[in-house]
C-alpha cells in the first residue's frame, strides 16, 4: 500500500494507511473465527472509504459499518475517495487481491507473535546472541529471562503527574509525514531478583544445608557432540566431493 500510495495519482492512500491498517485488524478481531465474515467485513472497506455506510449486497442483504453512525460534520470533513478515481481502483486492488484473501483465511484466530517477540528481546539481553555460554550458564540465563518476564507481564499504562496517559509519538519511516502514538508503559519491576538474593543469602546461612554438596547441583545432560544421524566420512573424501577431485 505504501508503495501504490507514492505513485502519482494515489497519494490520498497515504493518507489512509493507518486507517486501513486499523480496520484489518478490527476485522481479524471482530469476524469470530470466520473467514467468510473476515472477508466481508474486509471488503466492506470499499464502501466506507468512499463516505458509503449502509449498502446492500449482489443478493440484496442489507450492511452497514459498525462504527457509531457520523455526524453531518464528521461526514464532510472526512476525505472521502471518489469510486473513479486510480486511488481507489488502486486500493480496490489491493483489498480484492486474490494472494490477499486467501492469507486472511489464516488470521481468523487472530493470534499474533508481538508478546512471543517481546519475550525474545527480554531475553537476548540476559543471553546475547554473540557470546557463548556453557549449558549451566545458558540454563541459568533462559530461566532469569523467564522470571524477568513473567514478574512484568499485564504492566500498566504509565501516567503524569496530573492522571493523564503517557505516549511516545512515532513517524513511520514508510510514510512520510505519518505520526502514530504508542503507549508507555510504567517501569519494570526488579523485586523478583531482591527476593532471590535474599533466599540465596538465607541458604548460605542455613546450617543444614553442606557447602558444596554436589547432589544440589545442576545435573548436566550428555549432549552428543554432533546432532548428525550418521559418522563424519573422511575429509579427503569430503573434498573429494565437493570439487569433484
Known amino acids: 500500500m505504501f508503495a501504490s500510495g507514492k ?26 473465527g470466520s473467514a467468510e465474515e473476515l472477508k466481508r467485513l474486509w471488503h466492506s472497506l470499499l464502501h466506507h472509504v468512499t463516505g458509503v455506510h449502509t449498502w446492500n449486497d449482489e443478493d440484496g442483504t442489507l450492511h452497514s459499518c459498525h462504527h457509531n453512525p457520523l455526524t453531518d460534520e464528521e461526514q464532510e470533513s472526512k476525505m472521502w475517495f471518489d469510486p473513479a478515481s486510480t486511488a481507489y481502483r488502486a486500493l480496490k486492488s489491493i483489498v480484492l487481491d486474490k494472494r490477499l484473501s486467501n492469507d486472511l483465511e489464516q ?19 540476559f543471553a546475547p546472541k554473540r557470546i557463548h555460554f556453557q549449558y549451566t550458564s545458558m540454563l541459568g540465563r533462559m530461566q532469569l529471562a523467564a522470571i524477568d518476564h513473567n514478574s512484568n507481564v499485564g504492566r500498566q499504562q504509565a501516567t503524569t503527574k496530573t492522571g493523564e496517559a503517557r505516549y511516545r509519538y512515532m513517524s513511520a519511516k514508510q510514510a512520510e509525514g505519518q505520526w502514530t502514538t504508542k503507549k508507555i508503559f510504567q517501569p519494570k519491576s526488579y523485586e523478583y531478583a531482591t527476593e532471590m538474593l535474599t533466599k540465596v543469602v538465607e541458604r548460605r546461612r542455613d546450617p543444614n544445608i553442606v557447602y558444596g554438596d554436589k547432589t544440589y547441583y545442576v545435573v548436566t545432560p550428555k549432549l552428543p557432540k ?6 563424519r566420512p573422511p575429509k579427503e573424501e569430503l573434498l573429494a566431493a565437493k570439487f569433484g577431485l
Not at 492512500?13 to 469470530?32: D, M, P, Q, R, V
Not at 512471543?116 to 531475553?123: C, F, K, P, R
Not at 554432533?226 to 559418522?231: G, R, S, V
Request: hydrophobic share 30%; proline share 2%.
Open 7 to 32: 505513485k502519482k495519482g494515489n497519494e490520498q492512500l497515504l493518507k489512509w494507511t493507518k486507517s486501513i491498517t486499523n480496520h484489518l485488524w478490527y476485522c481479524c478481531s471482530a469476524c469470530g
Open 107 to 125: 488470521l481468523t484466530d487472530f493470534k499474533h507473535t508481538s508478546d512471543l517477540e517481546s519475550y525474545h528481546a527480554s531475553m537476548l539481553k
Open 226 to 231: 554432533n546432532i548428525a544421524k550418521t559418522p
